[in-house]
């Protein structure tokens, strides 16, 4: 088929006026003076997308809060000379356009502050994560080429010999007058640094839940579309208050992280998630967004309704999740104690964003993740590539302007007539909206029937006796594979069990204000098995028994998906970003 260019141009310059139009309607563009302009256009030409953004909000914003953390508040004036300061440093010290600059640290000042002057320095920004033990984080930081390391104090013991040519600097100290990045910072000129030869490249990290993570390049954006496709579905407006428990080293919390400064937003991080501070800073500062991965909604919603009958959360308008699934029961739960505020934002590292389930979709279907968002093509396709009818499960593949590059080490994700794999299969409901049923390799073969775990942790969520659940399956000599529940119980967990792998401290880091750290941070998890829940005896106590949950699968499914054992943990194992890790659950 022959493709019209003029058409085909016709059709780029009418959606991105469109984007423009969501933009102009959300307040983040609006008539600026000649001076700004020319500032912030010189600012593009010289460093990049990432510094310009900066620039333009210190331009229009100056003086308003910009950072409320727990060393105080940053103006946009403030941030953006800070970060000029600390870039001029590093370049002193020999930092280079296109050398790597590693960032190891918790959510506070210290990492936009080096995010800001690695991408005025034209440097690659390696966002690590905080949940790394020493031997992963030395493999992916000279795979990576860290040139120059930003690290929070209390990693400094899993460092090891990872000795970066430009040198390694604490961004977060006991004491404030230890910390290398305010030292840098106080030396520094405020003068913007000098044209870098390079624009800035962000490495975001995959989840590594079914293996090591992999370095995945993103490019600058050329477009309004990532932008216009977040407006199309979240009603983001500028200069409002944004409360952020997500990691900002993930692609949702760094996303949205850069969206607050863009619209002149009141970004409130802290170092720890804990979810009574996180409502008590919601009220204080009257958050209009909360940017959060569902176990965290899940620990706030948990608090109960007392919680929030005491603090006035009024503003809030958005709660946006991503990062891992939402579920039903949870989407029920926080549209009862926030009412419809609640957006769920399915992509993946490699794509980015692809689909919004709105509080309409949400209270319609609330295991949806939504409709695609305005540029995202989403398709169901089969095992020969072609298109499924509504209600028909397949591979999930996504066309956008954001996709990846391709990994750092090589190698990219399946793509066909232009679309990219999400890893993922899913369907379509007659709505059109899109339904998850899982990981395209995680789909059990029990007894010669297909089984998704989603569908089966889905319902064991929704029983009052069950807080999470996962389900994996295992080889099994007579059905090929069989079920496996793992299942923490509500209010109560299973004391004095063995660990899952011998060793201590949980590997989802929820980052909880009064808990020390692990030191140094563990890779493996420390969930506990209830060893008495192996067998299908009911325990002599009133706790809920593998008994129960069989009969509440059997009721609700098939015969062949109800788990054929039931194994009770105190937590799972997650990453930060809220995934179970479920190669660690395979190892029991």
């Avoid at 428990?245 to 607050?260: I, K, N, V, Y």
């Amino acid at each position: 088929m022959t493709v019209n260019p003029l058409r085909t141009a016709g059709i780029r310059i009418r959606a991105e006026l469109d984007y423009l139009r969501l933009c102009v309607g959300s307040g983040v563009v609006g008539l600026e003076s000649p001076f700004t302009l020319l500032s912030v256009s010189e600012t593009m030409v010289r460093l990049g997308a990432l510094p310009a953004l900066l620039r333009l909000a210190a331009a229009r914003y100056g003086e308003r809060a910009a950072v409320i953390d727990e060393l105080g508040t940053l103006s946009y004036r403030e941030l953006d000379e800070r970060s000029n300061r600390l870039a001029n440093e590093w370049r002193k010290r020999g930092l280079s356009s296109g050398e790597g600059v590693a960032i190891l640290a918790r959510n506070h000042r210290g990492l936009l502050d080096a995010v800001f002057a690695a991408a005025k320095c034209g440097a690659r920004i390696i966002l690590l994560n905080t949940d790394f033990g020493g031997p992963q984080l030395r493999a992916v930081a000279r795979r990576e080429g860290a040139d120059l390391l930003v690290y929070d104090e209390e990693y400094e013991s899993i460092l090891g010999d990872l000795s970066p040519r430009r040198g390694a600097y604490r961004a977060w100290a006991l004491t404030r007058d230890t910390s290398d990045l305010e030292s840098l910072i106080a030396a520094g000129s405020p003068v913007p640094p000098l044209f870098s030869r390079n624009s800035a490249k962000i490495v975001l990290l995959t989840s590594g839940t079914s293996g090591t993570p992999k370095g995945a390049k993103r490019p600058e954006p050329k477009s309004l579309e990532p932008l216009g496709a977040i407006l199309s579905k979240v009603p983001f407006r500028a200069r409002e208050v944004t409360e952020c428990p997500a990691p900002l080293f993930h692609t949702l919390g760094f996303a949205m992280s850069m969206l607050a400064i863009g619209f002149g937003s009141t970004l409130v991080i802290r170092r720890r998630f804990d979810p009574e501070r996180v409502l008590a800073s919601m009220a204080e500062h009257r958050a209009t967004a909360l940017i959060a991965v569902p176990v965290m909604l899940a620990r706030i919603v948990e608090l109960g309704p007392e919680s929030r009958q005491t603090r006035d959360l009024s503003a809030l308008r958005i709660i946006l999740v991503a990062g891992s699934q939402l579920g039903a029961d949870l989407a029920r739960k926080a549209g009862a104690a926030f009412g419809p505020v609640l957006y769920n934002l399915y992509g993946s590292t490699e794509v980015a964003y692809a689909t919004v389930a709105t509080p309409r979709d949400l209270a319609a279907e609330p295991g949806c993740v939504g409709s695609p968002v305005a540029g995202a093509v989403v398709r169901i396709l089969d095992e020969h590539g072609r298109q499924v009818s509504p209600g028909i499960t397949g591979r999930i593949f996504v066309r956008n302007s954001a996709s990846f590059e391709g990994y750092t080490g090589g190698g990219r994700k399946e793509v066909v007539r232009g679309m990219m794999s999400t890893g993922d299969i899913g369907h379509f409901d007659s709505a059109g909206r899109l339904f998850i049923d899982g990981r395209d390799d995680d789909m059990i073969v029990s007894g010669g029937e297909n089984v998704f775990p989603g569908e089966v942790e889905e319902l064991l969520n929704a029983h009052p006796g069950v807080r999470e659940a996962a389900v994996i399956g295992v080889p099994d000599d007579e059905y090929g594979a069989r079920l496996v529940a793992f299942v923490v119980r509500s209010g109560g967990s299973a004391p004095d069990a063995p660990d899952l792998d011998g060793e201590d401290g949980p590997e989802f880091d929820l980052h909880v204000a009064g808990e020390p750290a692990p030191s140094p941070p563990g890779e493996h998890a420390g969930a506990h098995i209830d060893s008495e829940a192996r067998h299908l005896d009911p325990p002599a106590s009133d706790l809920l028994c593998a008994e129960d949950l069989q009969a509440h699968v059997k009721s609700n499914l098939a015969r062949y998906k109800v788990p054929r054992e039931i194994v009770f943990l105190d937590e799972l194992p997650r990453n930060p970003t809220g995934k179970v890790l479920k190669r660690q659950l395979r190892e029991w």
